[in-house]
C-alpha cells in the first residue's frame, strides 16, 4: 500500500523595502512546533527564524528572554577549519548579534510577564551577497507576531550605509566594504528602538539623513509583517496575568514609610549608607506588617513588601531629579561624577592606563604582537584574520 502525502503549501509574503531589494517571509511549512515559525529570505541568504512560549511562569524578577543567533558552515557550503570539525561555540559575532536582537523585543513585551520566551535563529543559507544578521532581527518579530505573544510589535532591523554619497539599505557585503558608514537600526511603524554602528566621521545631518532612510524600509518591512499574519489568520493570543506590585499596596508603603523613605534618599549620600538605610526600611515595612506570619490578612508577603518599598524609592528618586533637578549624590543633571586618570601604571606592558570616573575604575593594558600573532577567523561571512582584539 502506497501512501501520497501533500507537500505543505506555505504562506509567503514579499517585501520590497527598497527599490529593486525585496525580502520574502515564508511560515507554514517549516518548524511547525514552535509556537511560530518564519523563513526570512535575502538574495540566497535565509535564515529559519522561532519563537516559543513556556506556559509555566519564571519566579524571577526580569523578562527571562533568551535569543540565540547561530551561523552554521554547512549554510555556506563550508566545512569548519582546524582540527575540531564539528561546529563550536558562538562567535563573537553570533553572540552580539543575538544581543542586539535581544535589545529591541525586549522593550516591546509588557510589564509584568515572565514567562520564559525563547526566540532562535538559524542560518540555513549564507549568500555570498547579504548578511544574515539582520534578517534574523526581521524574522524574530514575524515569528513573535505569529506567536501570539503579548508583543508589541512588529519591529524590523536594517543595516544602512553610503556609498559615493548615497544611501543604501542592507547593503551587499562588497558594498558594506566600501561604505563610509555602517549603522544597524531597528524600530516599529511610529518610532525607532535602537540604533548601533559606527562611521568615518560623519555629520550629524548625514546620521540624521541615514536613520530616516532606515526608518523607510523599516515601516515598509513591518507592515509586510502585518501583511502575513492576516493572510496566515490571527494567531491564538497568548493567555497570562501581569505579575506586578499591587497598587494598593504601594500606597499603603508611601503613606507609611514614603518620608522615611524620602529622607534616605535626600540624605547626605554614600553608597553602602544608602543601600543600607534602604534595606532597613524594606525590613522595618515587613516586620510591621506581618509580624510572625509569612503573609497579611491581605495575602502580601514579605518580597511584595519590599518590592513596594522599592517603586515607593524608584518614585521619590525620579521626583527628585525630574522636579528639582538633583540626583541622589548630590549632582545637578548638568554635572559629571569626578573624573581622573593616569597613563604607565603598569611597569611591564607595552601600554597601560586607569581610568576613573566616580566609584567605577577600569584598569587597561596594550599588547603589540607581529603579523604572526593575528587571529585566524573562520565563520560563515567572513575569513579575514583579526589583527586587534579586545578581552
Known sequence: ???????????????????????????????????????????????????????????????????????????????????????????????????????????????????????????????????????????????????????????????????????????????????????????????LVMVEGEAHEVSEEAMISALDEAHKSIRRLCRGQHQLVQQSGEPEAFEWEADLVPDALVDKMKQQYGQKVADAIRGEYSKEKFYAGIDAIKEEAADDLLGDQNETPDGYTRDEIHDAVEEVQNDEMRSMIVRDGRRIDGRSQENVRDLWMEVGYLPRVHGSAIFTRGETQVLGSVTLGTSEDVQPVDEVFADTDKSFYLH
Open 1 to 191: 500500500m502506497t501512501t501520497v502525502t501533500m507537500k505543505p503549501q506555505g504562506i509567503t509574503e514579499e517585501i520590497e523595502f527598497t527599490p529593486d531589494r525585496t525580502l520574502s517571509l515564508e511560515t507554514g511549512r517549516l518548524a511547525k512546533q514552535a509556537d511560530g515559525s518564519v523563513v526570512v529570505r535575502l538574495g540566497d541568504t535565509m535564515v529559519l527564524s522561532t519563537a516559543t512560549i513556556s506556559d509555566s511562569v519564571n519566579e524571577s524578577n526580569f523578562f527571562p528572554l533568551t535569543v540565540d543567533y547561530r551561523e552554521k558552515f554547512a549554510a555556506g557550503g563550508k566545512v569548519p577549519g582546524g582540527f575540531i570539525k564539528r561546529e563550536g561555540r558562538p562567535t563573537d559575532k553570533e553572540t552580539l548579534t543575538a544581543r542586539l536582537i535581544d535589545r529591541a523585543i525586549r522593550p516591546l513585551f509588557p510589564d509584568g510577564f515572565y514567562h520564559d520566551v525563547h526566540v532562535v535563529n538559524f542560518v540555513i543559507s549564507a549568500g555570498l551577497d547579504y548578511d544574515a544578521d539582520t534578517i534574523a532581527g526581521v524574522g524574530s518579530s514575524a515569528a513573535l507576531m505569529l506567536s501570539g505573544a503579548p508583543f508589541e510589535g512588529p519591529f524590523a532591523e536594517v543595516r544602512v550605509g553610503r556609498v559615493d554619497g548615497e544611501y543604501v539599505v542592507n547593503p551587499t557585503m562588497e558594498q558594506t566594504e566600501e561604505s563610509d558608514m555602517d549603522l544597524l537600526v531597528a524600530g516599529k511603524e511610529d518610532a
